[in-house]
């Protein structure tokens, strides 16, 4: 078994390749890195890293135990860090984010109403984009977003939102003078696609890759983020389908918003790593759910 210091010294190594940055960083000596380095590989039977008077680097047996060592010493932090929560209460920071307009004043309404809530804890609020968004997520840049579904590979909260969708078209295209459109329409006319960095099935819900009858979706250029969406379909680069908040956040002289009453709706919902759980995001999700409730269904993001 390792003790914690060995596995702190090993990872820090692991990461630094440095005896004396290691040593300041985990507020040792560097005598006293080297001795529990030495103590680890006599009791390993192999040396973990190789070193020379320039240089210090990980030999395989030493990178093969850090990259199985590292998710579990990470397990143990946030499970310490849970207890610890569970014992003082409720504080510290929580860093939230959103993901369109809509979805944006649904945060802050919770953010008020989790202040009043958990007075001790600071929030920092994150207006994603649609290129970054879940990597935020997926990378522990913000503790829980508000987003739209599907999204997989993290733990989804209760739906607070759930909006008709819309057809943004330039104004002058044949299909704005129309009072409502089909998905069929998404055959006959280029649709601006979201970017790879969005998750397979979170694009695919909101872009099929065929209309209900069967025919192919015709694919437009890619945007990153709403703003290059509504400007390709102004320029009549494509169409998109948006959620019907879009209408209100985001009216435009050069766009207009047609209902598509075949679509499925558009469904927002808190989501968070399942590994980085805690109190405090728990106790935000409430605060959504709280917020939801007062504020109506129909006006996602």
């Known amino acids: 078994m390792l003790e914690r210091t060995e596995a702190e010294v090993l990872l820090t190594l692991a990461q630094e390749l440095h005896f004396g940055r290691t040593a300041e960083q985990l507020r040792m000596t560097t005598g006293q890195v080297s001795r529990i380095v030495k103590r680890l590989e006599r009791r390993i039977g192999a040396d973990l890293f190789v070193r020379t008077s320039r240089s210090v680097a990980l030999t395989t047996i030493g990178a093969c135990l850090v990259e199985e060592l590292t998710p579990h010493l990470a397990g143990?932090?946030?499970?310490?860090?849970?207890?610890?929560?569970?014992?003082?209460?409720?504080?510290?920071?929580?860093?939230?984010?959103?993901?369109?307009?809509?979805?944006?004043?649904?945060?802050?309404?919770?953010?008020?109403?989790?202040?009043?809530?958990?007075?001790?804890?600071?929030?920092?609020?994150?207006?994603?984009?649609?290129?970054?968004?879940?990597?935020?997520?997926?990378?522990?840049?913000?503790?829980?977003?508000?987003?739209?579904?599907?999204?997989?590979?993290?733990?989804?909260?209760?739906?607070?939102?759930?909006?008709?969708?819309?057809?943004?078209?330039?104004?002058?295209h044949p299909l704005a003078g129309r009072g409502e459109v089909s998905m069929e329409v998404l055959a006959d006319h280029p649709v601006v696609q979201l970017p790879d960095t969005m998750p397979e099935e979170t694009r695919l819900a909101r872009i099929p890759a065929a209309t209900p009858s069967g025919r192919r979706v015709l694919l437009g250029p890619k945007a990153d983020t709403f703003p290059e969406i509504l400007a390709l379909v102004a320029t009549g680069k494509g169409v998109f389908p948006v959620g019907e908040h879009a209408a209100r956040f985001y009216p435009r002289p050069d766009i207009a918003y047609?209902?598509?009453p075949d679509a499925p709706p558009v469904r927002w919902a808190p989501v968070w790593l399942a590994a980085n759980e805690t109190s405090l995001i728990r106790s935000f999700v409430d605060c959504a759910v709280a917020a939801a409730s007062t504020g109506g269904t129909n006006s996602g993001g």
């Open 258 to 260: 047609l209902p598509m």
């Open 76 to 172: 143990i932090d946030s499970a310490v860090r849970r207890a610890v929560e569970a014992g003082r209460g409720i504080s510290g920071t929580l860093r939230v984010g959103f993901l369109g307009a809509g979805a944006g004043q649904l945060l802050l309404k919770a953010v008020a109403l989790f202040g009043v809530r958990q007075p001790d804890c600071a929030v920092h609020i994150n207006e994603a984009q649609v290129h970054d968004a879940y990597e935020r997520v997926f990378s522990g840049a913000v503790d829980v977003l508000i987003t739209v579904l599907p999204v997989r590979g993290v733990r989804v909260g209760p739906q607070l939102l759930s909006e008709q969708q819309l057809l943004a078209v330039p104004v002058g």
